[in-house]
């Protein structure tokens, strides 16, 4: 069945330091994958997206890397600073039969910045 | 801000009560998500409409219902509450259906039921 896995539930890094966050997917016909960031009490906040014919996407201090291969998908964050701590999900999304779609989220990994 | 307005913000209920959760979807955004968050569950999809049409649903269990209206506000409706349902619930929207799509989340409704 469709499952989004994280492979490290914590990560802690120091301020300034750059940070990846990992993710498995195990359903092969996904086509778009998202980040999300989730701040305590908030909601989850779009950081950035990738289709599945690209390998390789960059945003401000983020790049988000999809390799199809091995079902792999990682966050890398430039610079962390502490506005960065937070969960981080990875989502991946597939439509379904009768035009709808879905977000399958992983479990998230936290994001520790120490300072 | 996402955008995505949900309230009440805070809910705490009794045990086979019923409450509504209410949602306005970003300006011109068509499609409308929930989901719930729970500690043991993680992120799950309940349901998605589009346009005031249900277009699919996810782990929604049948004591839960929701609606889109005309103006394109959406509420989820959970009745027969059980301890089990305390979670945050949130409402998501996009422009249009299908992949590509941005989806921007709204802060959550807290339901807690005691």
């Known amino acids: 069945g469709e499952s989004v896995g994280l492979h490290l539930p914590t990560l802690s890094v120091q301020e300034g330091d750059n940070s990846i966050i990992n993710c498995a997917y195990s359903?092969?016909?996904?086509?778009?994958f998202i980040w999300y960031k989730q701040e305590s009490g908030k909601g989850p906040q779009f950081i950035i997206d990738i289709r599945s014919n690209m390998d390789k996407r960059q945003g401000q201090r983020v790049t988000v890397l999809l390799n199809k291969t091995v079902k792999h998908l990682s966050l890398q964050i430039a610079a962390t600073q502490p506005g960065d701590s937070a969960v981080y999900f990875c989502a991946e999304t597939a439509i379904l039969t009768g035009g709808g779609n879905k977000l399958t989220f992983g479990t998230g990994t936290q994001l520790k910045v120490e300072l | 801000d996402s955008g995505v307005t949900q309230t009440p913000k805070h809910l705490i209920t009794a045990t086979g009560q019923r409450v509504t959760l209410r949602c306005s979807p970003r300006s011109g955004d068509l499609s409308v998500y929930w989901y719930q968050q729970s500690l043991d569950q993680g992120l799950q999809f309940l349901i998605h409409y589009y346009n005031g049409e249900e277009r699919a649903k996810g782990n929604i269990l049948e004591r839960f219902s929701a609606q889109q209206f005309p103006d394109l506000h959406s509420e989820l409706n959970l009745s027969s509450l059980e301890l089990g349902d305390s979670a945050l619930y949130f409402c998501?929207?996009?422009?249009?259906?299908?992949?590509?799509?941005?989806?921007?989340f709204g802060e959550g409704s807290w339901l807690t039921v005691v």
């Open positions: 998501a929207s996009s422009a249009y259906r299908g992949i590509g799509n941005t989806i921007y």
């Open positions: 359903n092969s016909a996904s086509d778009y």
